[in-house]
């Protein structure tokens, strides 16, 4: 299991990096052609809009991996006892549907059925819209993963 995690956590690290990279290579470059050579880059804007969406469901992803989403605990942070449980198990069930529902198969039916192009690159959406589905698995996954470590640390305590 910790081999799992750690495959995880390394491939979305080098993928948030790599994006934050890109971002600030073409960024400077846009400035660099706009500024110095007066004949600003005309794929540049399009690409760094695309990478910081995608950028930005990576560190969706990343972070429900890590537990430091944003949560809203105004309610659960008074809770006790076994209503504390049951709303803790409600509030990770609907975590899931949503994710489930709106970027697993929400985002793989966009990505099916698009069949428009960007229109400065020219690159199918569809093969950018798969980033949704795609971080939906890693939330699942990233989900998965804490409730067997959470149930392993249990199982452990109780021996």
């Not at 995608?54 to 006892?81: P, Q």
């Not at 690159?123 to 798969?130: G, N, V």
């Not at 990233?142 to 109780?158: E, H």
Request: aromatic fraction near 14%; include cysteine.
């Amino acid at each position: 299991m910790k081999k799992i995690e750690k495959v995880l956590d390394a491939v979305m690290r080098f993928l948030m990096a790599l994006a934050m990279l890109t971002l600030l290579v073409f960024g400077t470059w846009q400035i660099f052609t706009r500024w110095v050579l007066g004949n600003p880059s005309t794929f540049t804007d399009e690409l760094l809009r695309y990478v910081l969406i995608i950028a930005g469901f990576i560190g969706s992803a990343y972070c429900f991996y890590r537990d430091e989403h944003l949560a809203l605990t105004l309610i659960t942070d008074k809770a006790k006892g076994p209503f504390k449980v049951i709303l803790d198990v409600f509030i990770e069930i609907c975590i899931l549907f949503f994710v489930a529902y709106v970027f697993i198969y929400g985002g793989w039916k966009l990505s099916v059925t698009a069949t428009n192009v960007s229109s400065v690159m020219h690159i199918p959406m569809k093969s950018l819209y798969l980033v949704e589905p795609i971080c939906g698995v890693l939330i699942v996954l990233a989900r998965i993963l804490k409730y067997v470590q959470m149930l392993t640390d249990k199982k452990g305590a109780n021996k």
